[in-house]
C-alpha cells in the first residue's frame, strides 16, 4: 500500500514538473463558493474577488498566494466589511490550495496538478500575452 502510495505521489510531482503546458485563458467565478456581496449591495467586493481570480489563474510561489489572499483581505476590509474579509481570507486559506482538483486552485489556469513554483519565462510571456488580450477585450 505504501509503495503505491509513493508512486502516485511521484507520478504527480514529476507531471508537475515538466515543460511549461499551455495557460488557459482567465476566467473568473466571482467569489467562488461565497457571495459576491451583501444583500443591499450583491456586488460589493466582486471587484476584489476578480483580482483575486487573476492572481491564482497565474499562480506562482506559496509566498505569491498568501500576498493575493491578504490583498483579497485587505480589498474586502476597504468597502467596509472588516468580518467579511476576515472569513474569506480563512475560506481561501484552506479551499485554494493547488494540490486540489478544483476550478478555484491556486493556478488554475494552468492543468492540474500545479505545484507552487516561480513561473518561468515561458509562463510569464504566456501570462502577459493574456493579461494584453484582457485588456483590449475592456476597451
Known sequence: MIKKIVIIFSLLFAASHGSADELKPFTSDGCSAFPDGTLAQNE??????????????????AIERENADIALQKCVA????????TLMLAGVRLGGLPYLPTPFRWGYGWSYPRRYAELT?????QVNKHMAKLALDKK
Not at 471587484?47 to 499562480?59: E, F, N, P, V
Not at 519565462?121 to 510571456?125: D, G, L, R
Request: proline fraction near 0%; charge should be negative.
Open 78 to 85: 476597504a468597502v467596509g466589511q472588516k468580518e467579511v474579509a
Open 121 to 125: 519565462a515561458e509562463e510569464i510571456e
Open 44 to 61: 460589493l467586493w466582486l471587484s476584489c474577488c476578480t483580482a483575486h481570480d487573476l492572481a491564482y489563474w497565474k499562480g506562482g510561489t
